[in-house]
C-alpha cells in the first residue's frame, strides 16, 4: 500500500488510538505511518466481538441447562480456547475436554481449581459461578 493510501477511518475499535503500518512512499522506501483505523477492519473487528459475545451466551446457556461446565463460561468470558488454556494451566487438552463436563468439574481438587482461578485471575467460588444472564 502506497503512503497516501493509508486508511484514516477513525475506527472505534482503535478508541481514538492509531496503529502503525509500514506503506510504501514515492521514492520506494518503506515508511511507518500512523493510522486511525479502516472502516472494513472496523467490520471485520465488529463481527468478531459479536461473535465472542454469543459464544459467552451460549456458554450460560449451556451450563445452566447442565450441558457444559462452568469452565466452559470462564474460557469464553476470558477468550480462551482449548489450546490457549492449556498452556496457561499446564493440564492437557484432553483434561481440560473432560473438565468441561459438568460432572468431572464438580469433582475437581482444590489444586485443580486453584490453578484455574489463578489463570482467569478470579476466586476459586467465582470459577465455580456463572451469572443468570449475560
Given at each position: 500500500?502506497k503512503a497516501k493510501?493509508v486508511?484514516q ?11 502503525l503500518?509500514?506503506?510504501v512512499?514515492?521514492n520506494?522506501?518503506?515508511?511507518g505511518?500512523?493510522?486511525s483505523?479502516?472502516?472494513?477492519e472496523?467490520f471485520?473487528?465488529?463481527?468478531a466481538?459479536d ?8 456458554a450460560?446457556?449451556?451450563?445452566h441447562s447442565g ?12 477468550r480462551?480456547d ?5 498452556q496457561?494451566?499446564g493440564?492437557f487438552?484432553?483434561?481440560i475436554?473432560?473438565?468441561l ?22 476466586t ?7 451469572p443468570?444472564?449475560?
Amino acid at each position: 500500500m502506497k503512503a497516501k493510501q493509508v486508511p484514516q477511518d477513525n475506527s472505534p475499535s482503535y478508541s481514538g488510538h492509531k496503529k502503525l503500518l509500514y506503506a510504501v512512499e514515492d521514492n520506494g522506501h518503506y515508511t511507518g505511518i500512523q493510522s486511525s483505523g479502516w472502516e472494513i477492519e472496523n467490520f471485520a473487528t465488529q463481527m468478531a466481538v459479536d461473535e465472542l459475545k454469543q459464544q459467552t451466551i451460549d456458554a450460560i446457556e449451556d451450563y445452566h441447562s447442565g450441558k457444559a461446565s462452568a469452565l466452559a463460561y470462564h474460557m469464553c468470558k476470558h477468550r480462551l480456547d482449548i489450546t490457549s488454556l492449556s498452556q496457561a494451566t499446564g493440564f492437557f487438552q484432553w483434561q481440560i475436554r473432560r473438565h468441561l463436563i459438568p460432572q468431572t468439574f464438580n469433582r475437581l481438587s482444590q489444586r485443580k481449581l486453584k490453578i484455574y482461578a489463578a489463570t482467569f485471575s478470579i476466586t476459586t467460588e467465582q470459577l465455580t459461578r456463572v451469572p443468570e444472564k449475560p
